[in-house]
């Protein structure tokens, strides 16, 4: 029960509830190792534990742990922001694998697609590869944005292209 250890609990009419409940318990040293993970080193937790600290000692410790450094992804993420890991890793080839997914979207019209699909396949793959293009001259967040939203269009209009040229032709199964 929060607020009650074992000696305070017995003088209360509480204890009827607490006697048959399940009492879980942590020592203080796993109680620090959990609240410091992925906050802490863990070279520093285990020299901290090292010095048998107390309750009100591992609080202010951790307290000034967390608010003094930061390691790994999270002191990457103060130095440079969300952004700037993200065009850390950035590698323009991945807008050049456009080119291939472009013209795999033309192979419906080898196996008999109408022209209908073929004019959206075009359009909607000639912009998705402009925004492409655009995306590995000048990798920004804006066009990031207008290179994913190409691809969305394309999508579409392959979809719209498959469905209409269907219908024309005769070709949609009826349910």
Known sequence: ????????????????????????????????????TARVAPAEVEKFLATQPSLEAADAWLTSAVSQSTFGLAAALD????????????????????V??????????????GMFYLACAVAGGAYFLYRSVLLVREPTQKNAIRNFLASLLQLTLLLVG????????????AY
Not at 162 to 173: F, K, N, P, Q, S
């Open 79 to 98: 130095i440079m922001g969300v952004f700037g890991y993200m065009r850390a890793d950035w590698n323009p080839a991945y807008g050049l694998k456009v």
């Open 1 to 36: 029960m929060p607020g009650f250890n074992e000696e305070s609990i017995r003088k209360t009419p509480v204890l009827e509830l607490y006697e048959p409940g399940v009492r879980f318990r942590k020592g203080l040293d796993t109680l620090i190792r959990e609240a410091a």
């Open 100 to 113: 291939p997914l472009v013209f795999l979207a033309l192979l419906p019209v080898v196996w008999g697609a």
């Open 162 to 173: 498959a469905i209409v040229d269907g219908a024309v032709a005769g070709r949609l199964v």
